[in-house]
Nanobody
Framework: QVQLVESGGGLVQPGGSLRLSCEAS????????MYWYRQAPGKQRELVAG???????NYVDFVKGRFTISRDNAKNTVYLQMNSLKPEDTAVYFC??????WGKGTLVTVSS
């Protein structure tokens, strides 16, 4: 059974940081490109960042310079380090194993 389990969300003040984790099981993790998506209330789910099987990364413009995606194949885990958070970053953040599997998400709320 495939599972992607996100953790690390919570309430943070503007300008603060959070680190999200997504642990995968039931898949050969190293064979999958991994992505973080987010969905804000009333909006469509959108791509945030991705990391290839070889570790190359890409980001959407609105998080460049603030967010960092990384992976640890030994731990079957992908991370999203989020710095300089803004209220508009408030969303449920989802982990996605390229082309195949979604996690259930973790809520990030940026508010004073």
């Amino acid at each position: 059974q495939v599972q992607l389990v996100e953790s690390g969300g919570g309430l943070v003040q503007p300008g603060g940081s959070l680190r999200l984790s997504c642990e995968a099981s039931g898949i050969i993790f190293k064979n999958f490109a991994m992505y973080w998506y987010r969905q804000a209330p009333g909006k469509q789910r959108e791509l945030v960042a991705g990391v290839t099987t070889r570790g190359s990364t890409n980001y959407v413009d609105f998080v460049k310079g603030r967010f960092t995606i990384s992976r640890d194949n030994a731990k079957n885990t992908v991370y999203l380090q989020m710095n300089s958070l803004k209220p508009e970053d408030t969303a449920v953040y989802f982990c996605y194993a390229g082309g195949a599997f979604w996690g259930k998400g973790t809520l990030v709320t940026v508010s004073s």
